[in-house]
């Protein structure tokens, strides 16, 4: 049986940067993103008696072991919690960066946890969805939706999943990614949240996450782009310092970062109001509104020459295709 899904990428507003459990990476915090509708990851998982090995096709590549051993590992875990065991292929495109910040493992493990359970004609909840999600990857957990989308970081395998706080939110809001860098980074979300938890910062961040959850969530509910876009940024910023300020410090910044993050201050001492985002990589993710989008694209575009700048806005959840 073959079947096909696709899920799109999202970006967390409020962090997850944490394991409680490396291996069923139930997270130290909640965190809530927006799912995008420009970057998603398209998935054929394909099992058959006659298959004589496992395969993993990205980008029309086919990946050695050494890189399918996360993608294998995480088949083999759900095939044992299911009780099947035959071949498998799995073919995925990305529509994303892979490895370099911009959430590919998010849209990937989404689409992979759809397209397994339903090539086995499984029928199970987006609620279940979403918890197998997360054992390939946490980020994937919210992937299951569309638009604001929480995970609250439960106690164990059963309470730790994502729901959506607003699938179509009717909210001015766009984010432009700005692609620096999309080469593949050098150290993984799960290592640097790893090292991370080794700063000073680290516990007094966790202990606020509660209070900047209910926060933003007000702010949406208020429709007050200013007050998510603060949230948004402080978060950033808090997951950023931990890495600076580990035993074995460290960052995903580059120069070109670095101006951006300069640019949306001086941007905003300028009345044109925006905030950044970053995560595991040194590409920056705008949030503006409508009517600033075309004076920040110019600016971005006259501060780094040639750089590509993505436009999205709020995506949908996963879905079969
Ligand atoms: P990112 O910042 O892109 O999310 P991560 O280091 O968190 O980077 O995750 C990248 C990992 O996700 C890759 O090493 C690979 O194991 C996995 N991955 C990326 N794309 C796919 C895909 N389409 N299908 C399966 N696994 C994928
Ligand atoms: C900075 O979900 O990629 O994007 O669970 O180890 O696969 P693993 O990590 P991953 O980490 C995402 C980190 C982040 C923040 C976030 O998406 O919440």
């Not at 949240?193 to 000073?200: E, I, V």
């Not at 004076?295 to 709020?314: G, M």
Request: hydrophobic share 35%; charged share 25%.
């Amino acid at each position: 049986m073959k079947k096909t899904a696709r899920a799109h990428t999202n970006i967390a507003l409020i962090k997850y940067w944490g394991k409680a459990d490396q291996a069923l990476k139930t997270p130290l915090m909640s965190s809530l993103s927006m799912t995008l509708d420009a970057f998603y990851t398209d998935t054929t998982f394909e099992h058959d008696s006659s298959l004589t090995e496992d395969t993993f096709i990205l980008n029309d590549q086919k990946q050695s072991v050494e890189d399918s051993k996360r993608v294998f590992n995480y088949i083999h875990l759900l095939q044992e919690k299911f009780g099947v065991n035959d071949h498998f292929t799995i073919r995925s495109t990305n529509h994303v960066p892979t490895s370099a910040g911009l959430a590919s493992s998010a849209s990937a493990f989404a689409a992979l946890a759809t397209s397994f359970v339903a090539s086995y004609g499984l029928d199970l909840s987006k609620k279940e969805l979403s918890r197998l999600a997360r054992l390939g990857s946490g980020s994937a957990t919210r992937s299951v939706y569309g638009g604001f989308v929480e995970w609250k970081k439960g106690f164990d395998d059963e309470s730790s999943y994502a729901a959506p706080i607003d699938e179509n939110p009717d909210l001015d809001l766009s984010l432009l990614a700005i692609e620096v860098n999309t080469k593949q980074k050098k150290i993984s979300s799960t290592k640097g949240m790893q090292l991370a938890q080794t700063s000073p910062f680290y516990q007094p961040w966790l202990a606020r996450n509660e209070e900047e959850i209910a926060e933003i969530k007000q702010a949406i509910q208020n429709n007050d782009f200013t007050r998510i876009g603060e949230l948004s940024e402080l978060s950033a910023n808090e997951m950023h310092a931990c890495n600076l300020t580990a035993k074995e410090p460290f960052t995903y910044f580059e120069p070109e970062t670095i101006k951006i993050i300069k640019l949306v201050e001086d941007l905003r001492k300028n009345g044109i109001e925006c905030y950044y985002t970053i995560d595991a990589g040194p590409n920056v993710k705008i949030l503006c509104t409508l009517r600033n989008r075309k004076d920040i694209i110019s600016a971005v575009q006259k501060t780094l020459t040639n750089v590509k700048i993505v436009v999205a806005s709020f995506g949908p959840g996963v879905t079969l295709l």
